[in-house]
């Protein structure tokens, strides 16, 4: 089979960004279109795995062969993640996940007040840090991660931190770059220390870009 084959290896990836509500008509939640995720899914079911996509709230569409999971929530996120982690070969977490989610979200609509209003929010549970901390034999994790400053250091210590083999660095300050574009020009960083620069292109260039050496990386299972 040729090389950048992913024939008979699981993939799950996760795209798009979460909701958290704070109320049943109010919620926070970022600008991640979940193409990126997307492109990553579509190509890694052309190359032949066999592919679960959990995606947060998007209007794309499934690509060809994919099998989708919709949640909304970070936390419905998590539970969608860490019930498939012991089957899966490769995890490309794209994912725009919240960092913070309302402490006691109001079950009718908010009432507006005179004054100023404090929204109570707790942190949600890391998901990639978990796989990371469960990680399967032979299996690869790898992670996104956008910054606005100290983009390479900080990409370096999140996979010292969550056990990631890759982490995809983008700058959202790159013009073509980022939420809601067509286009990405991201880092890749490797555990061992490998680092490439991949030049601003299509998302669907760079999640091949992106397959291919991941799948360089990825083990054969043994017996094969
Ligand atoms: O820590 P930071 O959010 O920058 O890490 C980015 C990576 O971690 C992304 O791959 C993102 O999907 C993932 N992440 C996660 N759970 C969170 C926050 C981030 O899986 N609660």
Not at 47 to 73: C, E, I, N
Not at 74 to 99: G, I, K
Not at 147 to 156: H, K, S, V
Not at 171 to 178: I, L, M, V
Request: proline letters at 8%; hydrophobic letters at 35%.
């Amino acid at each position: 089979k040729p090389n950048d084959s992913l024939d008979g290896k699981r993939v799950l990836v996760t795209a798009g960004p979460t909701q958290e509500p704070v109320d049943p008509v109010r919620m926070l939640t970022n600008p991640s279109t979940g193409t990126m995720g997307f492109e990553v899914a579509r190509e890694a079911a052309r190359r032949g795995a066999d592919v679960t996509l959990v995606a947060g709230p998007t209007s794309l569409d499934t690509p060809p062969g994919v099998t989708r999971v919709d949640v909304r929530t970070t936390e419905e996120m998590h539970e969608a993640v860490q019930s498939r982690r012991e089957e899966v070969d490769l995890v490309v977490m794209a994912a725009a996940v919240a960092d913070y989610t309302p402490k006691n979200p109001s079950d009718s609509k908010q009432k507006k007040e005179d004054g100023n209003l404090v929204l109570h929010l707790r942190r949600t549970p890391d998901i990639l840090k978990t796989l990371g901390e469960h990680k399967q034999p032979g299996q690869t994790l790898v992670g996104f991660a956008l910054e606005t400053d100290d983009g390479p250091a900080n990409a370096r210590r999140k996979i010292e931190r969550k056990n990631l083999d890759w982490i995809v660095l983008n700058d959202p300050k790159e013009e073509g770059a980022g939420f809601g574009t067509k286009t990405n020009r991201v880092t890749l960083f490797h555990r061992d220390g490998y680092a490439e620069e991949v030049p601003l292109q299509s998302k669907s260039q760079v999640a091949r870009i992106l397959l291919d050496r991941v799948t360089a990386s990825v083990p054969e299972p043994s017996g094969e």
